[in-house]
């Protein structure tokens, strides 16, 4: 017996949902199985930080922000294999009250923790990042103010780096010969680049936080560059096909944009799916750190927090006070280590700064 039209028709569209819903799933499953840009939780890089300002051309002398032309964020990742710090986990095992208790704590965070290395390599990976407004959005006062920063050169040879960061005389058609001096090294630390993974997918971020090593105690400069013994940022990288809204002149012409695959325009950006308009998203978390290996990739620092306890509520895990361990510990290098380390010749950059005074 035939069933009703009526009936026939409420069993068609009691069908169809389930068909759809059944189509859509595995849609999603097949682009999980392809997508090799997923937001991964944790620790994505970890290594050393450097602050470099270079002073305006023909200024070879610094005395105040005024004479500043630009900031640098120099990061150099560890390798992610194992670390010393694990040295001194296992030896925690022998010690006992507050010593105990103290190295607990950096063995929880201790995947933030970036390896004391003993020796120099010539390469080693690098990212140089130019910070907009030449100084970093302060955490305590500027919440709500971000900032630009673009990653400027990318690579494996730290000689080319220091070419990059050195002085350098050229020609104009109408002053003549101008010279731009070499930058001078603000600060020194530790770092960790944290995905934390929210409730829903919009509430995922990315946050990079910093301990200094040097100097310990913030002077001049290392106050007027915004530079904290301990600070964090949440990192977004923005979508190169996005233009600026609303008639804003910010951002990097198109020409010298960062050059992304196709997997991570369409998986991280979400291209076609994702966002209000066909390029995907204006703005993403660092799903992967290949996002920020790309030379033109535009960043936004958003102010996070300061301090210790700050970097722990931003990173998770205790890896501030990890990052804390590891300053203090390496806060007994040399600033020649410091060079060393770099493979840099440390007559041409020019170090006072590091002691809180202009140069």
């Known amino acids: 017996m035939e069933p009703e039209v009526g009936v026939k ?3 068609l569209e009691a069908d169809r949902p389930a ?7 595995l849609k999603t499953e097949d682009a999980a199985d392809t997508n090799q840009y997923p937001f991964t939780p944790g620790v994505i890089e970890r290594g050393h930080i450097y602050f470099f300002y270079r002073p305006k051309v023909e200024r070879e002398e610094v005395h105040s922000m005024d004479d500043v032309a630009k900031l640098y964020v120099l990061l150099v990742p560890s390798p992610s ?4 710090m694990q040295v001194k986990i296992e030896q925690s095992k022998d010690v006992s009250g507050a010593d105990a208790d103290e190295m607990n704590l950096v063995a929880q965070g201790a995947d933030a923790a970036p390896p004391h290395e003993s ?3 010539d390469k080693k990976h690098f990212r140089l990042i130019i910070v907009g407004k030449k100084k970093l959005p302060d955490p305590e006062h500027e919440k709500h103010a971000p900032i630009w920063a673009t990653v400027i050169f990318v690579g494996d040879n730290l000689h080319d780096l220091e070419e990059k960061l050195g002085g350098r005389t050229y020609e104009t058609k109408t002053r003549g010969t101008r010279h731009t001096p070499p930058v001078r090294l603000a600060g020194r630390g530790v770092y960790a680049i944290v995905n934390s993974q929210g409730n829903v997918p919009s509430r995922n971020s990315t946050h990079l936080g910093y301990h200094l090593s040097h100097p310990t105690e913030l002077g001049d400069v290392q106050k007027a560059l915004g530079i904290h013994i301990a600070s964090s940022f949440v990192i ?5 096909n996005a233009e600026a809204q609303d008639g804003q002149r910010v951002g990097l012409p198109k020409s010298r944009r960062a050059i992304y695959s196709e997997g991570i325009m369409e998986h991280v950006f979400g291209r076609g799916e994702r966002g209000r308009s066909s390029i995907g ?4 978390n660092c799903n992967c750190i290949e996002l920020l290996d790309h030379e033109g990739a535009e960043l936004l620092f958003i102010p996070a ?9 931003s990173l998770g895990n205790q890896r501030g006070e990890a990052l804390e361990e590891v300053g203090r510990y390496e806060s007994e290098e040399q600033v020649e280590q410091i060079f060393k380390e770099l493979a840099f010749n440390k007559d041409r ?3 006072e700064p590091l002691k809180g005074e202009w140069a």
């Open 81 to 84: 294999e194992s670390f010393d």
């Open 281 to 284: 998203l204006r703005f993403t």
């Open 236 to 240: 977004q990288v923005k979508n190169p």
């Open 19 to 25: 068909e759809e819903t059944e189509t859509k799933r």
């Open 119 to 121: 020796t120099t390599k």
């Open 9 to 11: 028709r409420e069993a």
């Open 349 to 351: 950059f020019p170090a």
């Open 305 to 313: 927090r300061t301090g210790t306890e700050g970097n722990d509520e």
